[in-house]
């Protein structure tokens, strides 16, 4: 069992002030991921719930309990680093079993936990070997299981795949994800990667100057971005931001993205959201993928000129000249032939968010009811 | 101006051949991208072209001349690191002129200036001409990089991973910028990484190199959708290619312990092959051929990577966000038959 809360949480290094009244509480058996660019608090959140860090104001409840007076030893969390930490003239078998040397165990029944432990991760057949002849990839595997053998309350990790290259990364989403799975520990896991964030989280805490900007699924930050940070933090390629302009054209509203670009069309109840919504100045986000191209003249299309090409295999990134603003959209791949092609264009309104450009916040306007 | 071509070029060191016999062909004008894995002879190959390193056989040559007796400096190539290699008490407009500065170059100073201007406005940091360089983020630090390279009006531009260092967000908007500058040049690009999505999206061409040989030259769409064997084409794309062992008989290919059966699209020979296929490729939904159990779904936004599990194969296939799926469920998935890749089992080269 292992529930954390964190409530009202204040931090200073110095004068800066790092944590901005934090409040987050971490579901028993839940995988939280904090994510933000660097210098935005998560890694001093993640050592403040461990222990490593104390926080000038606040406080942080583990299972009900106040842990601020408990040294980090006795938080009963495990910690597993960027940087894989191994004691390089164990074993790994040693590695894995050092955190049980304190117990009064029996070596029969430590043994049988690094055995339990290493077969979980795979690595069973490099027990025997130092860390300096292991890869990276089973180095961190190495790390998680000393952190998982102790079966504490709760695991940290920091960053744990940074270090890794990407192809590794890919595959050790998977076997965290599932060893989360099956060990049912409550996690919190840092990172900068919003990829690693999607993939691993029940739940993503965003970050952004020691303010939490939002928290919720997957799907939430995705979908339901709260405000322009998210919106522009979560998701690959960055979402279009463009400053818009609205107006009503009979049946429909027009939707101007800056001055003398031809507009979008949108269904006439924008123009009602809008006003509902009090907004002022309006910012419009739409991502690649909400941005419909179309190699022919289509009604409700504008047309545009393809300024550059990014092919992905999968897919091509392709980024639209509409006036003086540039649009990325994403296509099949090789369906805008080349750069300098006219195609056509649509915002699909399903996709496109609306913020108040001062605020930066979402008004919260959804068009149509897609399937999210 | 340059055209710059390997011929059968091989430099050691000590008994290990970090590039081996390599040939090479970049047009003048290309943004050719170099692509490996860590090891292969990416940077030896650039310090080779720079003059930074002398081949012990083959020929290099810039612009159709031979350059084996040129110096680095002749060879008027300009390098961009991956780590800014800046002054750092300096000025970003100082930082600019200090390569046309050299007494080789001979600049009048109204030059000079003209020269820093039109890189500045090209670059987008004219705003940072007079701030000092440790004042800068690492974005600015690296722009101001290539900006040291573009005053020099060199020939050709090799760059060693200059993104890496970078955070996503910023590596994906460079990565544009800096394909939008080439293109605005007109100059010849080297571009050295092992990162895939970096080749694919800016290179007009792409080498993939490997343990110091070229393996494979051609379009991102060739490199893709053509892999010339296993290794193109399990280091191109994420997630990487599926890969699994198969039976080609009487125009079928048999995969997944029999339970996968579908019509091989071209005539191939019999017998064991490995067969390849990307997870958009795969597709998955109520309606589909084979069932699976769900061994892991991650939510891409724009859509799941899921990964299926059949007997002991685990593969994965791209899923639309809006499809319900399970970790630990069973969901029917279908390859797509025109989009199978066949390697020869023993020696992965393609039978396509």
């Known amino acids: 069992m292992a529930e954390i809360i964190l409530r009202d949480i204040e931090k200073y290094f110095g004068a800066v002030y790092v944590i901005r009244k934090l409040n987050l509480t971490i579901k028993h058996r839940e995988f939280v991921v904090l994510l933000g660019p660097s210098g935005c608090g998560k890694t001093t959140t993640l050592r403040a719930v461990a222990g490593l860090e104390d926080v000038d104001s606040g406080d942080i409840l583990i299972d009900g309990k106040p842990v601020q007076q408990l040294e980090a030893g006795d938080r009963d969390i495990a910690f597993v680093f960027q940087l894989f930490a191994l004691y390089p003239h164990l074993t790994a078998y040693e590695n894995i079993a050092f955190p049980l040397r304190a117990t009064s165990e029996s070596k029969a029944s430590v043994e049988a936990k690094v055995r339990a432990v290493a077969k979980s991760l795979q690595i069973e057949h490099l027990l025997g070997k130092r860390p300096s002849a292991l890869a990276g990839g089973d180095m961190q595997r190495v790390a998680i299981g000393r952190a998982l053998v102790r079966r504490p309350k709760a695991m940290l990790m920091d960053e744990p795949m940074g270090a890794l290259?990407?192809?590794?990364?890919?595959?050790?989403?998977?076997?965290?994800?599932?060893?989360?799975?099956?060990?049912?520990?409550?996690?919190?896991?840092?990172?900068?990667?919003?990829?690693?964030?999607?993939?691993?989280?029940?739940?993503?805490?965003?970050?952004?100057?020691?303010?939490?900007q939002q928290v919720g699924t997957p799907d939430d930050v995705y979908h339901r971005p709260a405000n322009l940070f998210v919106a522009q933090f979560v998701g690959s390629p960055v979402m279009n931001i463009a400053a818009a302009n609205v107006k009503a054209d009979g049946s429909r509203s027009l939707l101007a993205l800056g001055k003398g670009a031809a507009p979008f069309e949108f269904p006439k109840s924008l123009i009602r959201h809008l006003s509902d919504a009090k907004a002022n100045d309006l910012t419009v986000g739409i991502r690649p993928e909400g941005v419909l191209v179309s190699q022919t003249e289509t009604a409700g299309y504008v047309p545009v000129t393809a300024h550059l090409i990014e092919p992905l295999g999968a897919y091509d990134i392709v980024d639209l000249k509409v006036g003086a603003q540039l649009v990325r959209a994403r296509t099949a791949s090789g369906y805008v032939s080349k750069v300098g092609a006219r195609v056509w264009a649509r915002l699909d309104p399903a996709q496109t968010h609306f913020f108040d450009t001062r605020t930066t916040d979402s008004l919260r306007i959804r068009l149509v009811d897609g399937a999210h | 101006m340059a055209h710059i071509r390997l011929d059968n070029v091989t430099k050691k060191f000590g008994l290990h051949a970090a590039v081996d016999g390599l040939t090479l062909d970049i047009a003048d004008g290309e943004f050719f991208v170099l692509l490996g894995p860590t090891g292969a002879g990416k940077t030896t190959t650039l310090r080779l072209i720079a003059g930074l390193e002398k081949p012990d056989d083959g020929k290099i040559e810039i612009a159709d001349q031979d350059v084996h007796q040129w110096s680095a400096s002749e060879r008027d190539v300009a390098l961009v690191f991956q780590y800014y290699s800046l002054y750092p008490r300096y000025t970003v407009r100082q930082n600019l002129a200090f390569p046309l500065k050299s007494n080789a170059r001979n600049c009048s100073q109204a030059e000079i200036d003209e020269r820093i201007a039109r890189a500045a406005k090209t670059l987008r940091i004219g705003h940072l001409l007079e701030r000092k360089t440790d004042r800068l983020s690492g974005g600015e630090m690296q722009r101001v990089s290539i900006g040291r390279a573009i005053v020099r009006e060199p020939r050709a531009f090799l760059m060693d991973e200059p993104l890496s260092n970078l955070d996503a967000k910023l590596r994906e908007s460079l990565r544009a910028e800096l394909k939008e500058l080439q293109m605005k040049l007109k100059s010849t690009f080297l571009f050295v990484t092992h990162d895939q999505i970096e080749a694919m999206s800016m290179g007009d061409k792409v080498g993939i190199l490997n343990e110091g040989k070229i393996v494979q030259v051609g379009t991102?769409?060739?490199?893709?959708?053509?892999?010339?064997?296993?290794?193109?084409?399990?280091?191109?794309?994420?997630?990487?290619?599926?890969?699994?062992?198969?039976?080609?008989?009487?125009?079928?290919?048999?995969?997944?312990?029999?339970?996968?059966?579908?019509?091989?699209?071209?005539?191939?020979?019999?017998?064991?092959?490995?067969?390849?296929?990307?997870?958009?490729?795969?597709?998955?939904?109520?309606?589909?051929q084979v069932a699976a159990h769900i061994h892991d779904v991650e939510n891409h936004g724009v859509e799941k990577i899921v990964t299926l599990r059949v007997d002991d194969q685990f593969f994965k296939a791209t899923a639309p966000s809006s499809l319900e799926l399970k970790i630990d469920g069973t969901v029917k998935f279908s390859f797509n038959p025109d989009k199978l890749h066949f390697f020869d089992a023993a020696s992965g080269a393609s039978r396509a």
């Open chain 2, 220 to 288: 991102p769409y060739e490199i893709y959708n053509k892999p010339k064997n296993i290794f193109v084409a399990s280091f191109v794309g994420s997630p990487s290619i599926n890969l699994m062992p198969a039976e080609l008989a009487n125009g079928h290919v048999t995969a997944l312990s029999g339970k996968l059966k579908i019509v091989a699209p071209r005539s191939k020979t019999n017998g064991a092959v490995t067969i390849g296929i990307r997870s958009e490729d795969i597709t998955v939904g109520p309606k589909e």
């Open chain 1, 165 to 212: 290259d990407a192809k590794l990364r890919e595959e050790m989403r998977t076997e965290l994800k599932r060893l989360h799975l099956e060990n049912e520990s409550t996690t919190v896991y840092v990172t900068h990667d919003q990829v690693e964030a999607m993939s691993l989280a029940d739940r993503i805490a965003i970050m952004n100057e020691g303010v939490l």
